[in-house]
Nanobody, 123 residues
Framework: QVQLVESGGGLVQAEGSLRLSCAAS????????MGWFRQAPGKEREFVAA????????YYGDSVQGRFIISRDSAKTTVYLRMNSLKPEDTAVYYC????????????????WGQGTQVTVSS
């Protein structure tokens, strides 16, 4: 079992930055690839970023490539999402997830999910 708790969301102006955190507890953090997904009102949940167990490999959705950075800190059992150059279309609930099978862009490959944190970007 893995428990995931996101934090760091809030209201920010366009072109601003935020850093989301996802604290993991329970089973060994290093055995899970980690991912971030988001869901805007009326839209399906979409892939944002993922990072491998080692942290050496990262993957991004097309809409955030070049603006967002995913990272992980094994000592703190925390994964981060640094979001730069934010746009109003980045407004969504952001979810952290853990995958035992490895890095994936697919929601169905993730075993554990956090409760989400709201990010609102004003124009």
């Amino acid at each position: 079992q893995v428990q995931l708790v996101e934090s760091g969301g809030g209201l920010v102006q366009a072109e601003g930055s935020l850093r989301l955190s996802c604290a993991a507890s329970g089973s060994s953090f290093n055995t899970y690839a980690m991912g971030w997904f988001r869901q805007a009102p009326g839209k399906e949940r979409e892939f944002v970023a993922a990072i491998s167990r080692s942290g050496r490999m990262t993957y991004y959705g097309d809409s955030v490539q070049g603006r967002f950075i995913i990272s992980r800190d094994s000592a703190k059992t925390t994964v981060y999402l640094r979001m730069n150059s934010l746009k109003p279309e980045d407004t969504a609930v952001y979810y952290c997830a853990a995958a035992a099978a490895g890095t994936s862009r697919q929601m169905g490959d993730y075993d554990y999910w956090g409760q989400g944190t709201q990010v609102t970007v004003s124009s």
